[in-house]
């Protein structure tokens, strides 16, 4: 259960620079993981994503800085600590890393074997786990005769089998085709959900941080840029990597013939403005409003309905005379009720 009070993961000023580089991978990152959340961690190519969470799981050494987990500092514990604290940690990856010579049950049992969990202890957890990731009758089953989607679920039963508290997923669903990842996200919110566990994902795909997060953390060239709760960083974007990375998040295609003819820098004719309305924002005449208000001709281009978690959002692509003023005024009723606002581009000539 998400427990937004309570912490379960904090870092605090974590360094590292990868021998031979020249500039740190990772600069002074800190941030917090609340117990039963599930935390994405965004970013391009490069950021310094996987090295993070590779720090987490201490397959990675860091220059300075502290990682705490639950209670226990990663960076002060003893050797049998350090092995405790690892014992409660998951993870995920792209590849989902499965003994072919083995069945689904007895890989998902590896890390009991590992960490010397009792044999008939850790296969009723294994059962368990099969059943929960819906692969109850295939427990007998080699990889090679699954899916994608079904060896990426074997590999989170793998996870969660020594009584995981953290689950750490690197890009785990980057090479399953849009349906079968969004089964797969929809599985990781049950488990969170129904077993409690603290999930920090690291993805560059928008579409696994809306389907799934609480909250969410940006990076850029080994720091942190931004982070807050998904619907300010997806709908109020400030840093422009975070502008670049949700972009297209809820874009509906125009008509070609206007796609065509954009242009991005500003341009005298139309500008186009996309909205996305949630919440009350929804429920008020916005845009009546601002017609009468400020005399501004509106037109409606698209509009579609949408969704971020379990919430509905109207978005709305509209177009105005590009007017010094005007796009000024209307930009600011836009942010004062709370309507979010991007300039898609401008069109050179009148669309109408
Ligand atoms: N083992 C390594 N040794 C040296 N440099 C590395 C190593 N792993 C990653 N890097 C470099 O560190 C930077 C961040 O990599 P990574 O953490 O994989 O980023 P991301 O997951 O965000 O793509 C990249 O410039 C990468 O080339
Ligand atoms: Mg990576």
């Known amino acids: ?30 941030f917090e993981v609340h117990q039963g959340e599930i935390c994405s961690i965004i970013g391009r ?21 502290s990682i705490q987990i639950g209670a226990a500092h990663l960076d002060q514990a003893s050797e049998k600590e350090r092995r405790a604290i690892l014992k409660e940690i998951g993870t995920v990856f792209q590849t989902f890393n499965l003994l072919s010579r083995r069945t689904v049950l007895e ?34 089953a080699y990889p090679s005769s699954l899916s994608g989607g079904q060896r990426q679920r074997i590999a989170i039963a793998r996870a969660l089998i020594t009584d995981t508290k953290l689950l750490l997923c690197d890009e785990f669903t980057s090479a399953l ?14 488990l969170n959900r129904e077993l409690g566990v603290t999930v920090v994902l690291v993805t560059h795909d928008m579409s696994v941080v809306r389907e799934v997060s609480d909250h969410v953390i940006v990076m850029e060239k080994g720091e942190i840029v931004e ?7 997806l709908l109020q974007p400030r840093h422009e990597v975070t502008h670049t990375l949700v972009r297209g ?9 206007i796609l065509k ?19 009350s924002s929804a429920r008020q005449p916005v845009i009546a409003n601002l017609i009468r208000q400020y005399d501004v001709p509106v037109t409606i281009l698209a509009g579609s309905l949408d969704h971020l978690k379990e919430t509905s959002l109207g978005v709305l692509t509209i177009s105005i005379p590009n007017e010094l003023a005007k796009v000024a005024q209307t930009l600011d009723h836009f ?15 009148s669309i109408c």
């Open 335 to 349: 942010k004062v009720h709370q309507v979010a606002a991007e300039i898609l581009g401008y069109l050179p000539e």
């Open 261 to 279: 003819r954009l242009v991005p820098g500003s341009f005298p004719g139309h500008v186009l403005i996309q909205l996305v309305f949630s919440g």
């Open 45 to 65: 190519s490069g950021a310094g994503k996987s090295t993070l969470l590779r720090c987490l799981n201490a397959l990675e050494s860091f220059d300075s800085g």
């Open 107 to 140: 890989n998902i049992l590896l890390p009991a074997e590992w960490s010397g969990i009792p044999k008939d202890k850790a296969i009723k957890k294994a059962v368990f786990l099969s059943e929960k990731v819906g692969l109850g009758d295939k427990m007998s």
């Open 177 to 190: 085709d849009p349906e079968t990842s969004l089964e797969i996200l929809s599985l990781l919110r049950q």
């Open 1 to 30: 259960m998400y427990m937004p009070d309570q912490t379960f993961v904090v870092v605090q000023n974590l360094t590292k620079t990868y021998p031979a580089a020249t500039v740190p991978v990772l600069q002074k990152v800190s």
């Open 227 to 233: 982070k807050g709760k998904v619907e300010e960083i």
């Open 249 to 257: 998040l809820f874009i509906k295609q125009l008509p070609n013939d």
